[in-house]
T-cell receptor, first 112, second 115 residues
Framework: KQEVTQIPAALSVPEGENLVLNCSFTDSAIYNLQWFRQDPGKGLTSLLL?????REQTSGRLNASLDKSSGRSTLYIAASQPGDSATYLCAVRQHQGGKLIFGQGTELSVKP | ETGVTQTPRHLVMGMTNKKSLKCEQH?????MYWYKQSAKKPLELMFVYNFKEQTENNSVPSRFSPECPNSSHLFLHLHTLQPEDSALYLC??????????????FGQGTRLTVV
């Protein structure tokens, strides 16, 4: 059974810092991995999608990497801003059935 | 805007009430999903519809009844809910279910409170 774990559960950093969020999964038979952002009480906004054949994806200040064989992904946020404060979720799409399995998220707070 | 719209945004209902959640997507997708998000828990997949046909029911209690009249619309009919059903209910869509390399798009959610 696929399990997705995100570490840390919460993170507080001063504005301007570069930071890394971690995601690990137990079954490497995945199609892709998707990083989302969720603001309090709101829906999910897709940030980056990495296909299983890819190693990384970049969008602006965000860079996501994928090491499928070791079951790990990282989301790197450069020069963090208070507006980056949110919960970040990673999810893997399984080969079997195509389900999207989520981690519990990392709650990020960027202090001015 | 993600192209997936959910209504209402907030809903308070009594345990004997009947209500419905609505989801609409304007992305031309063929798969639609209901997820439940409870406090401090990962998102839980409830139902999947692919080309209007239900393909997944993740052991959801019968007090939750989904309906998918066409590929653009998805409903979740609620009746005789329990307080523990209070949660954020999220709708999502993707091009096709079971097609691996597809991206999921989510709505803003309906915050449901059962009193």
């Amino acid at each position: 059974k696929q399990e997705v774990t995100q570490i840390p559960a919460a993170l507080s950093v001063p504005e301007g810092e570069n930071l890394v969020l971690n995601c690990s999964f137990t079954d490497s038979a995945i199609y892709n991995l998707q990083w989302f952002r969720q603001d309090p009480g709101k829906g999910l906004t897709s940030l980056l999608l990495i296909q299983s054949s890819q190693r990384e994806q970049t969008s602006g200040r965000l860079n996501a990497s994928l090491d499928k064989s070791s079951g790990r992904s990282t989301l790197y946020i450069a020069a963090s801003q208070p507006g980056d404060s949110a919960t970040y979720l990673c999810a893997v799409r399984q080969h079997q059935g195509g389900k999207l399995i989520f981690g519990q998220g990392t709650e990020l707070s960027v202090k001015p | 805007e993600t192209g997936v719209t959910q209504t209402p945004r907030h809903l308070v209902m009594g345990m004997t009430n009947k209500k419905s959640l609505k989801c609409e997507q304007h992305l031309g997708h063929n798969a639609m999903y209901w997820y439940k998000q409870s406090a401090k828990k990962p998102l839980e997949l409830m139902f999947v519809y692919n080309f209007k046909e239900q393909t997944e029911n993740n052991s959801v209690p019968s007090r939750f009844s989904p309906e998918c009249p066409n590929s653009s619309h998805l409903f979740l009919h609620l009746h005789t809910l329990q307080p523990e059903d209070s949660a954020l209910y999220l709708c999502a869509s993707s091009r096709q279910y079971g097609q691996g390399h597809t991206e999921a798009f989510f709505g803003q959610g309906t915050r449901l409170t059962v009193v």
